[in-house]
């Protein structure tokens, strides 16, 4: 198991975030299972960005976190929003986005979403031949311009990412050798033309793989400009940051990425000189800055095994137990929050209260003897969480979320 991130810290006994002690936290949300966002750490991961890629506009991917307050706070601090469904554009206009700052990506939009997108303003960042002509009726229909990118399937990837969306038959974007005679038509057919959109994977923790796929994509961005013929006027460039979930692997060396991609801003083509670039982050921002808080409700034995049962589990935190695009499940870390100046006495399993084998937090993993009444801590719990997990199966009580720090 990886060890806890470092900016989390123990007073005493009990694990603090953003300063507060967990219990205090718990007792104000009002119990648990309970999902804490650490708004101090994603400030100070933007600020990152920001120092590292001085000249290249920062886009948070909703879908990594929704949660309002969290939005709320990431809207202040970032230039656009790329959401992937009509919910999350909603989401994203009620908090405040410009539209002109939002991108609407993402296979299978239905007509309302394109509907919605166009009289919004926002910018769809098109995934096929079929749903441009279907943006195109809509915009003649109802006598409005649609902002409109076309997403690129490149033909490449980003190495070692733990989710590939480029190279090779996709359902996200339009085969690169397509991409100028959409945008010929996106042109002649009266819509206004943003971009590319170039996304090839996420969940990377190499930089030189990052490194290496966001040169080939000023390549194929480029290259696409010269066949289109004008210059795109924002190239988003994807993202795939990723975070060191398990043992053996490190942070990402952000800043060697955005050394790398300033030199080659010093020596772009011409058909890419006036375009404005743009990096999509979810993951890398509130990944690390949220904890998963789960009550143990029972404490158990089976064949010499101990079992530490808790309120919460994968309905919650699907990808702590490994079943949202793991080959091999491994343990985020995790720590006993209210026993953190107690050396580990014990091996046990953490699992989950819903009746099936799938529900486990960790396995065997060493940690101080703990009792019912505890409460357990699941880090890296801040992207792809409670939104991405089965809420509804089994019937369990909702998961409570709550923002910390920021201005205080
Ligand atoms: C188009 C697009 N943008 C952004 C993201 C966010 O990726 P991450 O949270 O890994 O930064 C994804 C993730 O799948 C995506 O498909």
Request: net charge negative; with cysteine; proline share 6%.
């Amino acid at each position: 198991m990886r060890a806890i991130p470092a900016d989390f810290m123990a007073r005493g006994a009990m694990l603090h975030v953003g300063g507060r002690s967990v219990e205090d936290l718990i007792a104000e949300a009002g119990g648990t299972p309970l999902f804490v966002y650490d708004l101090g750490m994603v400030a100070a991961r933007i600020a990152r960005f920001r120092a590292a890629f001085p000249t290249i506009q920062l886009h948070y991917a909703v879908k990594a976190n929704p949660y309002r307050p969290l939005l709320d706070f990431i809207i202040s601090l970032v230039d656009g929003l790329d959401v992937a469904s009509a919910g999350e554009l909603r989401l994203a206009v009620a908090s405040g986005a410009e539209a002109a700052s939002i991108s609407f990506a993402g296979p299978g939009k239905r007509d309302f979403e394109l509907e919605e997108a166009i009289r919004t303003g926002v910018t769809l960042n098109v995934e096929s031949e079929g749903e441009v002509a279907r943006a195109l009726g809509i915009g003649e229909r109802f006598g409005l311009r649609p902002r409109i990118a076309v997403r690129v399937n490149p033909d490449f990837e980003i190495k070692g990412s733990g989710m590939r969306m480029g190279g090779g038959a996709k359902p996200f974007g339009v085969d690169a050798e397509r991409v100028p005679a959409l945008v010929r038509t996106i042109i002649e057919g009266g819509a206004e033309w943003r971009g590319f959109h170039i996304f090839a994977g996420s969940q990377a923790v190499r930089a030189e793989a990052l490194i290496e796929a966001q040169r080939a994509t000023l390549n194929l961005a480029a290259e696409l400009a010269d066949a289109v013929g004008e210059p795109p006027p924002l190239v988003n460039l994807g993202g795939g940051f990723g975070i060191p979930y398990f043992a053996g692997e490190e942070p990402l060396d952000v800043e060697a990425i955005g050394y790398a991609l300033m030199e080659a801003r010093e020596h772009l083509p011409r058909s890419l000189k006036s375009s404005v670039f743009a990096i999509e982050l979810g993951r890398w921002l509130v990944g690390e800055a949220g904890v998963y808080l789960t009550r143990i409700v029972d404490r158990k034995v089976s064949h010499g095994k101990t079992f530490l049962v808790t309120d919460g589990g994968m309905h919650h935190q699907l990808a702590a137990s490994g079943n949202f695009g793991q080959v091999v499940r491994r343990n985020y870390p995790v720590a006993i929050a209210n026993r953190m100046n107690e050396a580990a006495a014990e091996e046990a399993s953490i699992v989950g209260c819903l009746c099936t084998p799938l529900d486990r937090l960790a396995d065997d993993v060493m940690v101080p003897r703990a009792e019912p009444g505890d409460v357990v801590a699941v880090f890296m719990a801040g992207a792809y969480g409670l939104s991405a997990s089965p809420q509804a199966f089994l019937g369990q009580p909702p998961a409570l979320e709550m923002v910390v720090g920021g201005s205080d």
